[in-house]
């Protein structure tokens, strides 16, 4: 297990570690011998019907079929490992780390079942939240802290990148019936959050003079990228009702988190606590009996109470296939709001035109909008024990939230004119997965979240594990909408073989997702010119509107 568990990590996080500014590569990986620890599993069933804060149901469920069983895992590892890293140009470094402490949920769920053996079709592992990360560092990186927080990051990022929802591992125990589609699961829906109130804040002491703080908060919901509201200056009950961001939500139980600091002109701002709280939590029934979305927390600093407090609102919404309304109405119009999400899902290729000893591809997939364009890759599938390198199965979902600002349009324009005269009947999507990580979508020009992947054989262990890279660009969109170009890519082997390169291209357009059935598009169909197939679905969402 521990062999398997290094060469997982090690594989996540050589291309993030090749991506630094001073690339860097492991010497050595020793995770120990000190076991991982479960603290409590809760083990419940789990239904394709998604139910509201209010009782509701999501519009993407199809009523009543199980989906599967679900356990939820508390983990708590206080491991003797020894890792060493160097950098891989003058002047050589080396650093690394002999002491890491880890601590999260882990879900584990098995899904979808079925009425033969192996009776699960596949297995789905990830952390609900960002587990916990404590490292004690040797070498530089016990003297520099540059070199210890660059290590920190890129750890932490390599498990969010893999493992932290909307990610997961997936494995396939039934290779003949499975089929990526029948385990895609929908995100809750779109979370709008802000900070209506606070209280308790004091007059701080100086080194000369008393100071009234200048707050601000940075919110952030899971992995996705965090929030800053403006600063208030020389507030003690400052409130932020005006100031809100919308994120997607994939789990009741994914965290809000919440970090108050009071601003300094130097720019080293001060951290005056932290707090936190569930979704399911903050949607919990109010005195009415109705979910009011509303949680007042105490901030927490160095495990200590503050006696400072903020009070947290939240809005959900359900994603819906009845209506895309929401891509032109004024509230979902403007910074820091999304207005709809886009999910593509990459199931598998076939018929690959080389031999299998020389197979090793992934699909790149482009998405370009008005703003920019985004690059996913699903992880690289090669020749192993166990694996169909010539008819590899993918398993990947992105998502990519989407603001008026990448459909290129405004408050003014009509969904008709979005659609274009030869749109007729106006449906909506079909949904599906997990989501992109986008708070603030303007500023950040819409930027995705990539998933990182493995692709697992039972019994072969690990075949690939992909980090999907993020690009942006600064090129002109498409006219209208969104278009997505997948491109299927062959590198080099298992046995060294040389890769063929882009061995096709497709595109779906958005006019093409506006006027298909549910806006989805599920096809089959052939890639480039040498026999290739790729399977893929791609869906549109709009948010439920009361």
């Not at 890491?100 to 596949?122: E, N």
């Not at 297995?123 to 540059?146: D, H, K, R, S, W």
């Not at 997939?365 to 690059?375: A, P, R, Y």
């Not at 052939?526 to 009361?546: H, N, P, Q, T, Y």
Request: proline fraction near 4%; include cysteine.
């Amino acid at each position: 297990m521990s062999d398997a568990i290094e060469k997982t990590v090690r594989e996540s996080l050589i291309p993030t570690l090749d991506g630094l500014a001073v690339p860097m590569f492991f010497v050595k990986m020793d995770l120990g011998d000190v076991p991982i620890r479960i603290q409590r599993m809760v083990i419940h069933r789990v239904n394709e019907t998604y139910e509201s804060s209010s009782g509701g149901i999501s519009s993407y469920d199809d009523g009543n079929k199980q989906a599967g069983i679900k356990m939820d895992i508390d983990l708590y590892w206080d491991g003797n490992c020894d890792i060493m890293l160097q950098t891989k140009s003058a002047p050589k470094l080396a650093f690394g780390v002999r002491h890491i402490k880890f601590s999260g949920q882990l879900y584990v769920l098995l899904s979808p079942l079925t009425s033969v053996l192996p009776v699960i079709s596949a297995i789905q592992v990830g952390f609900t939240n960002p587990p916990v990360v404590e490292m004690t560092y040797t070498g530089a990186g016990a003297i520099l802290n540059t070199v210890a927080s660059t290590i920190q990051g890129v750890i932490q990022g390599g498990i969010a990148g893999a493992l932290v929802l909307p990610n997961r591992i997936v494995v396939p125990l039934d290779l003949v019936g499975y089929d990526y589609f029948d385990i895609y699961r929908p995100p809750v829906g779109m979370v709008r959050l802000s900070v209506i109130k606070s209280r308790g804040f004091k007059v701080l002491k100086g080194l000369v003079v008393y100071d009234v703080p200048d707050i601000y908060c940075v919110l952030r919901l899971g992995v996705n990228d965090p929030f800053r509201t403006s600063t208030k200056t020389d507030e003690l009950k400052p409130s932020w009702k005006d100031e809100s961001c919308d994120t997607i939500l994939y789990d009741m139980d994914q965290k809000v988190y919440v970090d108050v600091y009071d601003a300094d002109p130097s720019g080293l701002d001060t951290l005056l606590g932290k707090c936190e709280v569930t979704c399911r939590d903050l949607f919990g029934e109010g005195d009415d009996g109705v979910a009011d979305g509303l949680c007042e927390l105490e901030l927490i600093m160095d495990e200590k109470r503050t006696r400072y407090y903020i009070t947290v609102k939240a809005e959900l919404h359900h994603l819906t296939n009845d209506t895309l309304d929401s891509f032109t109405k004024s509230e979902y119009d403007g910074k820091n709001r999304l207005c709809g999400l886009a999910t593509i899902i990459v199931s598998k290729a076939t018929n690959l035109p080389m031999p299998k000893e020389d197979a090793a591809t992934f699909v790149k997939v482009d998405v370009k909008s008005k703003t920019g364009s985004k690059i996913f890759n699903t992880g690289t599938v090669m020749d192993a024990p166990g694996i169909d390198s010539l008819n590899p199965i993918y398993g990947c979902t992105f998502f990519v939230p989407i603001t008026t600002a990448m459909l290129g349009t405004d408050k003014k324009e009509s969904l008709t004119d979005l659609m274009g005269s030869s749109t007729k009947n106006l449906k909506n999507i079909s949904m599906s997965s997990k989501i992109a990580k986008i708070l603030n979508p303007v500023e950040a020009a819409g930027m995705v979240v990539s998933t990182s992947k493995m692709v697992v054989s039972a019994g072969a262990g690990v075949v690939s594990a992909g980090v999907g890279a993020i690009a942006m660009a600064t090129a002109t969109g498409p006219s209208n909408g969104l278009d997505y170009v997948l491109t299927l890519t062959d590198i080099v082997g298992t046995n060294g073989a040389a890769g063929l390169g882009d061995l096709g291209t497709l595109t779906v357009t958005h006019a093409e997702l506006l006027e298909a059935e549910k806006h989805t598009l599920t096809k089959t169909c052939s890639i480039g010119d040498k026999g290739a197939m790729l399977e893929f679905r791609i869906l549109l969402a709009g948010k439920f509107l009361l």
